[in-house]
T-cell receptor, first 111, second 113 residues
Framework: SQQGEEDPQALSIQEGENATMNCSYK?????LQWYRQNSGRGLVHLIL?????REKHSGRLRVTLDTSKKSSSLLITASRAADTASYFC???????????FGSGTRLQVQP | DTGVSQNPRHKITKRGQNVTFRCDPI?????LYWYRQTLGQGPEFLTY????????KSRLLSDRFSAERPKGSFSTLEIQRTEQGDSAMYLC???????????FGPGTRLTVL
């Protein structure tokens, strides 16, 4: 079953703008991972944030984690047309090793 | 290419036939996972291995599904007596140790006619 929900389900922005996607989950977690998926392709790992971390950066990506609110956000700065994809958050729940995915945010970056 | 590889990339079969998919993980990774993804949804966990031991199976993994990782390296996922509802993308991932990144392969897209 799906663990959490991404919000919004779909997002359309202009190239150069920032994109923010949110993820909520329900259980205690070891870590939370963000992935990108282009249409019909495999998942590309973007960033992992552990339960004792609050913020991580990787290039144009910034991820935050609030375990008290059971939520995370992914910020993509200065978006490019090539960022067009679906973005998924996935949690590794305490006591398990498998990932539980949300239903994703479909991002469209207009050139 | 040192990433996760999966074969075949596409499989079309008729209902009732058996199919087998293969996953080759990143070479030093001891954990291997299978997920299934249907259109418009996130992946759903099926099963995972630590080395050759199958440690967890989802209730999604009916008795028509079987997975193996005989030598702790590559893995196979077999679906017997396929049904149209089995049509999906089957994804394999691998990781090193506990609590680390899971890296996914390109997936095998199954279409059951």
């Amino acid at each position: 079953s799906q663990q959490g929900e991404e919000d919004p389900q779909a997002l359309s922005i202009q190239e150069g703008e920032n994109a923010t996607m949110n993820c909520s989950y329900k259980t205690s977690i070891n870590n939370l991972q963000w992935y990108r998926q282009n249409s019909g392709r495999g998942l590309v790992h973007l960033i992992l944030i552990r339960s004792n971390e609050r913020e991580k950066h990787s290039g144009r990506l910034r991820v935050t984690l609030d375990t008290s609110k059971k939520s995370s956000s992914l910020l993509i700065t200065a978006s490019r047309a090539a960022d067009t994809a679906s973005y998924f958050c996935a949690t590794e729940d305490t006591g398990r090793r498998a990932l539980t995915f949300g239903s994703g945010t479909r991002l469209q970056v207009q050139p | 290419d040192t990433g996760v590889s999966q074969n075949p990339r596409h499989k079309i079969t008729k209902r009732g036939q058996n199919v087998t998919f293969r996953c080759d993980p990143i070479s030093e990774h001891n954990r291997l996972y299978w997920y299934r993804q249907t259109l418009g949804q996130g992946p759903e966990f099926l099963t995972y291995f630590q080395n050759e031991a199958q440690l967890e199976k989802s209730r999604l993994l009916s008795d028509r599904f079987s997975a193996e990782r005989p030598k702790g390296s590559f893995s196979t996922l077999e679906i017997q007596r396929t049904e149209q509802g089995d049509s999906a993308m089957y994804l394999c991932a691998s990781s090193l140790g506990i609590g680390n990144e899971q890296f996914f392969g390109p997936g095998t897209r199954l279409t059951v006619l």
